[in-house]
């Protein structure tokens, strides 16, 4: 009997959309469910994802459906919420989207779901707190994607700058999924040599870096002036963090993580480093963070700790 690999997605905009094409061109599980106040866009979204199935690696069953649904789900993945609009930074959805999460949270908890979410709806951080804290469930079990498509960015970037594969490209960005986000650079390595070393050896101004860093902070809006919205990335994003989960791959991926005292903060989800599997975030892997580095995860915590009053009144309401 094969094991059960049932995913459910509520928000069948782009970003969902992209995640469901992206998982059905890779396989690797047997059922997708699809939720949306929009119910014929969904059903919708199914048949056409359905009718791809031929050309598909797999068969999985593909459908439109409701949060009981849920019940038997290994993950739930929420990227349902407001857009982010040209101008507008993440942090200016968080009012609005955090009674959207309430809401669909208390439904999706409702069905009996014991899985894994997984949150993708901006702004992440803050809205995967949501999600953990209206849920009840273990920190653990609820995960954001996080910084995981920034750090795909770097990696892209620096692979490119440097004419490597960005497989091998070992750097994270921590922090916010927002402007406050940073790159710990003495922590990055292109194969098992540090990244900084590398950029010497090869006569590579370090102001560089920051320049690349640079254009992974502004992508989001780059793109978003041009072409309204960003998803593809994201949505292979997502497929990577579920596929770990599903596989218990054990994988290391920067997503929005519960800190409980670790890096000297507590009480907020950002994004680090941390180990996935089967458990959904089974440890964080702590970096040690000096001077200005330290400072600059600090800064982030504070940004999102600032939003997090506001963000209780819509939870407690």
Known sequence: MVDKRKIVLVGTGFVGMSMAYSLLNQGGINELVLIDVLKDKA???AMDLAHGMPCAPEDMIIKAGDYDECKDANIVVITAGLNQKPGQTRLDLASANAKIMKEITENVVNSGFKGIFLVASNPVDLMTYVVKQVSGFPSSKVIGSGTALDTARLRYLVGKYLKVSSKNVH???MGEHGDSSFVPWNHAYVGCKKMKEIMED???????LEKIYTEVQQAAYEIINRKKATYYGIGLGLTKII???INNQNEIMTVSTYLNG???HSGLYIGVPAVINSKGAREILELQLEGEEKEKFDKSCE??????????????S
Do not use: Q
């Not at 090869?202 to 560089?208: G, Q, R, T």
């Not at 940004?303 to 407690?316: A, G, R």
């Open 43 to 45: 059903l919708g979204e």
């Open 171 to 173: 750097a994270y960005i």
């Open 202 to 208: 090869n006569k590579h101004p370090i102001s560089d």
């Open 243 to 245: 596929k770990a989960i």
């Open 262 to 264: 670790e890096y000297g």
């Open 303 to 316: 940004t999102l700790m600032s939003m997090k009053e506001e963000i209780d009144k819509v939870i407690n």
